[in-house]
């Protein structure tokens, strides 16, 4: 049975020996870090106010798609290294506590910094002096310095503070945590090298940065990757309207071409983060960020551009749409801000019927993959799963990303 943090004080452990406590700890960011760590013989409790997942977690069960993560949440669990709780009574007993919540955004893609204050009050209440706090998750310019002012109002001036945003691609959290450096944003010096020697743990290096520079390091990061697929979005809607092949002149330029393997395939750009950071960059630019408000224009319209361009090809009316693949990225089962959703409500209104599956979501409105082929006039692929490009379609099918090589 896995050893509780709160029974750490009864273990007799070697100094070395790390404590962490991880805020959103059976998240997306927030278990493949635990798990990590875990292995490297630390302590983790993870804390998450969804008791329903942190249940899951401590039977051993992923509550997402992570790749070699089944057996190493097995195995960190019986080694006694890990252990998830709802409970922040735990966070006085560790060495570090590392928070996953970033600054949240409203309905007009503003940041929501109140949210995120109450959030952090709660968990720097529990704590006390000479622990190390580490923000991971992305925040709004800014936020770091604020709170370590807040912490000082608080009477909490003695806890150490650093930003050290989380920069992986989400489904290959284990492996990338051990390849890429890791950005340390500290307001002290101490604060810095305390949490670089902690992600030396998992690292191969560590890079220093004043809060602020690690802050716009995560959103230019992701407001970069959301204009480069833009930009791959735009060029398919030109080469659409003057009938060219956007995937043929994708693979030419790309062909023993060093300067363009960062073009990107067309398709939808969504998730969690992409448009939400670019648009935090915008608000603290004070609202100015053209190139980002550009690109959510074409990314954010391109559900309604792919059914134009089928229109014109198919009369949808008297047609059943077959919507194959509703997670917001290839072979993932996360759903957050995916546009295969946008893309459904777009076609509901042009189509006589609307069917859809994706082999790893779990959603009540989604039928078999089976069914969908067997009814659908036309196929639609939303997301393009590996497994996608052996299935063997009777029907037209449209792929914006042409990975499936059947594209109409």
Known sequence: MALLLSEFSFVRMSHSVRRIAIIGGCGHVGLPLGMAFAEKDCFVELVDINAATVALVNAGKMPFMEEGSDALLAKVLAGGRL?????????????????????????????????????????????????????????????????????????????????????????QSLRELAELPQLIGSVTEEAGNRAASLFKILAPGTIFLKPIEAELAKLYANAWRYINFAISNQFWVMAEEFNADFSKIHSALRQDYPRMKSFARAGFAAGPCLLKDTMQLGAFNHGSFVLGQAAMMINEGLPYLVVQRIKQQFSLQNMTVGLMGMAFKPNSDDIRSSLSYKLRKVLLLEAKEVLCCDPYVSDAQLISQAEVLAKADVIVIGTPHDCYKSVVFNQPVFDVTNTIKTSI
Do not use: W
Request: charged share 20%; with cysteine; net charge negative.
């Open 83 to 171: 252990h998830a709780t709802t409970s922040y009574a735990v966070l006085k007993d560790v060495d570090t506590v590392i928070v996953t919540i970033g600054t949240p955004v409203d309905e007009y893609l503003d940041p929501s910094v109140g949210i995120f204050d109450a959030s952090l009050q709660a968990v720097i209440k529990e704590m006390h002096d000479n622990q190390l706090l580490v923000l991971r998750s992305t925040l709004f310019p800014g936020v770091t310095d604020r709170l370590y002012r807040q912490m000082h109002t608080m009477g909490k001036g003695g806890i150490h503070l650093a930003y050290c945003p989380e920069r992986i691609v989400q489904g």
